[in-house]
Protein backbone atom coordinates (compact mmCIF):
# COMPACT_ATOMS: atom_id res chain seq x y z
CA UNK A 1 0.00 0.00 0.00
CA UNK A 2 1.08 3.27 0.06
CA UNK A 3 3.26 5.16 2.72
CA UNK A 4 2.43 8.26 1.74
CA UNK A 5 -0.90 10.14 2.65
CA UNK A 6 -2.46 13.86 2.83
CA UNK A 7 -4.10 15.13 6.22
CA UNK A 8 -7.03 16.53 3.89
CA UNK A 9 -8.41 15.79 0.72
CA UNK A 10 -9.65 19.44 0.09
CA UNK A 11 -8.33 22.69 1.03
CA UNK A 12 -10.33 26.37 0.20
CA UNK A 13 -8.42 29.11 0.23
CA UNK A 14 -8.87 33.35 -0.10
CA UNK A 15 -7.09 34.63 -2.99
CA UNK A 16 -3.67 36.43 -0.74
CA UNK A 17 -3.90 34.13 2.08
CA UNK A 18 -1.63 31.42 2.88
CA UNK A 19 -1.95 28.11 2.22
CA UNK A 20 -0.96 25.35 4.07
CA UNK A 21 -1.18 21.51 3.16
CA UNK A 22 -0.13 18.59 5.30
CA UNK A 23 1.49 15.02 4.79
CA UNK A 24 2.04 12.62 6.89
CA UNK A 25 4.17 9.79 6.05
CA UNK A 26 4.89 6.29 7.75
CA UNK A 27 8.15 5.12 5.91
CA UNK A 28 10.95 6.29 8.94
CA UNK A 29 13.77 5.07 6.44
CA UNK A 30 12.49 7.26 4.03
CA UNK A 31 15.62 10.35 3.00
CA UNK A 32 13.83 12.46 0.72
CA UNK A 33 10.85 14.11 0.23
CA UNK A 34 9.15 16.20 -3.17
CA UNK A 35 6.40 18.17 -3.56
CA UNK A 36 4.67 18.08 -6.60
CA UNK A 37 1.87 20.04 -8.27
CA UNK A 38 -0.48 18.68 -10.87
CA UNK A 39 -2.93 20.55 -12.73
CA UNK A 40 -5.59 18.93 -14.92
CA UNK A 41 -4.44 16.84 -17.83
CA UNK A 42 -0.83 17.49 -16.66
CA UNK A 43 1.90 16.01 -15.02
CA UNK A 44 3.40 16.42 -11.93
CA UNK A 45 5.58 19.47 -11.51
CA UNK A 46 8.54 19.75 -8.95
CA UNK A 47 8.24 22.06 -6.52
CA UNK A 48 10.33 22.01 -4.23
CA UNK A 49 11.83 19.16 -2.28
CA UNK A 50 14.23 18.50 1.30
CA UNK A 51 16.24 16.00 2.26
CA UNK A 52 15.96 13.86 5.81
CA UNK A 53 18.74 15.78 7.39
CA UNK A 54 17.19 18.83 7.25
CA UNK A 55 13.81 20.30 8.69
CA UNK A 56 12.81 23.54 6.63
CA UNK A 57 13.81 24.72 2.84
CA UNK A 58 12.02 27.75 1.40
CA UNK A 59 11.84 28.25 -2.28
CA UNK A 60 9.84 31.37 -4.01
CA UNK A 61 6.72 31.84 -2.26
CA UNK A 62 6.93 28.29 -0.58
CA UNK A 63 8.78 26.92 2.04
CA UNK A 64 8.51 22.70 2.93
CA UNK A 65 9.07 21.61 6.67
CA UNK A 66 10.27 18.75 7.71
CA UNK A 67 9.23 16.83 11.35
CA UNK A 68 10.52 13.42 11.10
CA UNK A 69 9.60 12.59 15.09
CA UNK A 70 6.22 12.48 14.07
CA UNK A 71 6.94 11.77 10.46
CA UNK A 72 5.21 14.85 9.16
CA UNK A 73 5.81 17.32 6.41
CA UNK A 74 3.95 20.04 5.56
CA UNK A 75 3.91 22.86 2.21
CA UNK A 76 3.17 26.45 2.54
CA UNK A 77 2.43 28.53 -0.06
CA UNK A 78 2.90 32.25 0.56
CA UNK A 79 0.28 35.01 -0.76
CA UNK A 80 -2.16 32.26 -2.70
CA UNK A 81 -2.84 33.07 -6.00
CA UNK A 82 -5.37 31.63 -8.71
CA UNK A 83 -2.32 29.89 -10.46
CA UNK A 84 -2.03 27.80 -7.10
CA UNK A 85 -5.11 26.07 -7.85
CA UNK A 86 -4.11 22.59 -8.48
CA UNK A 87 -3.69 18.94 -6.60
CA UNK A 88 -0.56 18.66 -4.70
CA UNK A 89 1.53 15.22 -3.80
CA UNK A 90 3.88 14.78 -1.43
CA UNK A 91 6.05 12.19 -2.36
CA UNK A 92 8.62 10.17 -0.23
CA UNK A 93 11.58 8.36 -1.81
CA UNK A 94 12.68 4.96 -0.05
CA UNK A 95 16.33 3.95 0.26
CA UNK A 96 15.68 1.41 -2.66
CA UNK A 97 15.07 5.03 -4.90
CA UNK A 98 11.69 4.34 -5.60
CA UNK A 99 9.82 7.70 -4.94
CA UNK A 100 5.79 6.97 -3.18
CA UNK A 101 3.01 9.12 -3.49
CA UNK A 102 0.25 9.99 -1.41
CA UNK A 103 -3.33 10.42 -2.80
CA UNK A 104 -3.36 14.39 -2.87
CA UNK A 105 -4.55 17.76 -1.82
CA UNK A 106 -6.98 19.74 -3.84
CA UNK A 107 -6.35 23.31 -3.51
CA UNK A 108 -9.52 25.56 -4.86
CA UNK A 109 -8.78 29.62 -4.46
CA UNK A 110 -11.14 31.82 -4.10
CA UNK A 111 -11.17 34.94 -5.73
CA UNK B 1 15.73 21.63 -22.34
CA UNK B 2 12.90 19.23 -23.50
CA UNK B 3 10.76 17.92 -21.38
CA UNK B 4 9.94 13.98 -21.12
CA UNK B 5 7.45 13.29 -24.12
CA UNK B 6 4.94 11.07 -24.24
CA UNK B 7 2.52 9.64 -26.65
CA UNK B 8 -0.31 8.91 -27.37
CA UNK B 9 -2.15 11.76 -25.12
CA UNK B 10 -5.55 10.25 -25.31
CA UNK B 11 -6.55 6.20 -25.78
CA UNK B 12 -9.60 4.63 -26.05
CA UNK B 13 -10.13 0.77 -26.27
CA UNK B 14 -12.69 -2.20 -25.66
CA UNK B 15 -11.75 -4.46 -22.91
CA UNK B 16 -9.67 -7.67 -24.08
CA UNK B 17 -8.03 -5.16 -26.44
CA UNK B 18 -4.03 -4.13 -26.61
CA UNK B 19 -2.70 -0.87 -25.69
CA UNK B 20 0.62 0.78 -26.02
CA UNK B 21 1.97 3.90 -25.06
CA UNK B 22 5.47 5.60 -25.79
CA UNK B 23 8.10 7.71 -23.61
CA UNK B 24 10.59 9.49 -24.64
CA UNK B 25 12.90 10.85 -21.88
CA UNK B 26 14.86 13.60 -21.01
CA UNK B 27 18.02 13.47 -23.04
CA UNK B 28 20.71 11.93 -20.92
CA UNK B 29 18.66 10.63 -18.23
CA UNK B 30 19.41 7.32 -17.61
CA UNK B 31 16.94 6.43 -15.14
CA UNK B 32 13.29 6.15 -16.63
CA UNK B 33 9.74 5.44 -14.44
CA UNK B 34 6.25 4.58 -15.40
CA UNK B 35 3.79 5.22 -13.20
CA UNK B 36 -0.39 4.63 -13.19
CA UNK B 37 -2.33 7.48 -12.03
CA UNK B 38 -6.11 6.38 -11.19
CA UNK B 39 -8.53 8.98 -11.03
CA UNK B 40 -8.48 10.48 -7.64
CA UNK B 41 -5.55 8.92 -6.64
CA UNK B 42 -1.51 10.02 -6.50
CA UNK B 43 0.54 8.07 -8.83
CA UNK B 44 1.62 4.05 -8.21
CA UNK B 45 4.82 3.26 -10.03
CA UNK B 46 4.36 0.30 -11.88
CA UNK B 47 8.78 -0.14 -13.29
CA UNK B 48 11.72 1.30 -13.40
CA UNK B 49 14.48 1.18 -15.53
CA UNK B 50 18.19 1.98 -15.18
CA UNK B 51 19.29 2.41 -18.66
CA UNK B 52 18.10 -0.70 -20.26
CA UNK B 53 17.70 -2.84 -17.41
CA UNK B 54 14.95 -3.23 -15.12
CA UNK B 55 15.84 -1.71 -11.47
CA UNK B 56 12.30 -2.75 -9.85
CA UNK B 57 9.10 -4.11 -11.33
CA UNK B 58 7.23 -5.63 -7.82
CA UNK B 59 4.42 -3.56 -8.84
CA UNK B 60 3.97 -4.49 -12.30
CA UNK B 61 0.93 -7.06 -13.47
CA UNK B 62 2.95 -8.98 -15.60
CA UNK B 63 0.20 -11.16 -16.60
CA UNK B 64 -0.80 -8.27 -19.01
CA UNK B 65 1.63 -5.51 -18.46
CA UNK B 66 5.04 -5.41 -20.39
CA UNK B 67 7.81 -2.85 -20.77
CA UNK B 68 11.11 -2.37 -22.61
CA UNK B 69 13.49 -0.30 -23.05
CA UNK B 70 15.64 -1.55 -25.24
CA UNK B 71 18.25 0.88 -25.92
CA UNK B 72 18.12 2.40 -23.12
CA UNK B 73 16.43 5.66 -24.32
CA UNK B 74 12.88 5.45 -25.57
CA UNK B 75 10.34 3.49 -23.55
CA UNK B 76 7.30 1.21 -24.06
CA UNK B 77 4.56 0.38 -21.93
CA UNK B 78 2.03 -2.14 -22.89
CA UNK B 79 -0.91 -3.77 -21.94
CA UNK B 80 -2.62 -6.37 -23.21
CA UNK B 81 -5.51 -7.95 -22.96
CA UNK B 82 -6.73 -4.34 -20.84
CA UNK B 83 -9.33 -4.52 -18.30
CA UNK B 84 -11.36 -1.78 -17.22
CA UNK B 85 -10.10 -1.10 -13.80
CA UNK B 86 -7.10 -0.06 -16.29
CA UNK B 87 -8.60 3.02 -16.74
CA UNK B 88 -6.10 5.31 -15.79
CA UNK B 89 -3.24 8.55 -16.43
CA UNK B 90 0.03 6.38 -17.49
CA UNK B 91 3.00 8.75 -16.33
CA UNK B 92 6.64 8.29 -17.64
CA UNK B 93 8.98 10.32 -15.33
CA UNK B 94 13.13 10.08 -15.65
CA UNK B 95 16.06 11.03 -13.84
CA UNK B 96 19.84 11.49 -14.78
CA UNK B 97 20.38 8.78 -12.52
CA UNK B 98 18.67 6.77 -9.61
CA UNK B 99 18.95 9.03 -6.56
CA UNK B 100 17.15 11.99 -8.35
CA UNK B 101 17.58 14.62 -6.13
CA UNK B 102 16.79 18.16 -7.19
CA UNK B 103 14.82 18.45 -10.39
CA UNK B 104 15.88 15.24 -11.03
CA UNK B 105 12.56 13.95 -11.48
CA UNK B 106 10.74 15.27 -14.48
CA UNK B 107 7.14 13.89 -15.21
CA UNK B 108 5.70 13.78 -18.91
CA UNK B 109 1.97 14.95 -19.30
CA UNK B 110 0.54 11.27 -19.57
CA UNK B 111 -1.50 8.73 -21.43
CA UNK B 112 -4.95 8.96 -20.57
CA UNK B 113 -6.69 5.64 -21.39
CA UNK B 114 -10.18 4.63 -20.59
CA UNK B 115 -11.12 0.83 -21.19
CA UNK B 116 -15.03 0.60 -22.01
Known amino acids: GESVGLHLPTLSVQEGDNSIINCAYS??????FIWYKQESGKGPQFIID?????DKRQGQRVTVLLNKTVKHLSLQIAATQPGDSAVYFC??????????FGAGTTVTVRA | EAGVAQSPRYKIIEKRQSVAFWCNPI?????LYWYQQILGQGPKLLIQ????????DSQLPKDRFSAERLKGVDSTLKIQPAKLEDSAVYLC??????????????FGSGTRLTVV
Open chain 2, 49 to 56: FQNNGVVD
Open chain 2, 93 to 106: ASSPNLSGRGYGYT
Open chain 1, 27 to 32: NSASDY
Open chain 1, 50 to 54: IRSNM
Open chain 1, 91 to 100: AERNNDYKLS
Open chain 2, 27 to 31: SGHAT
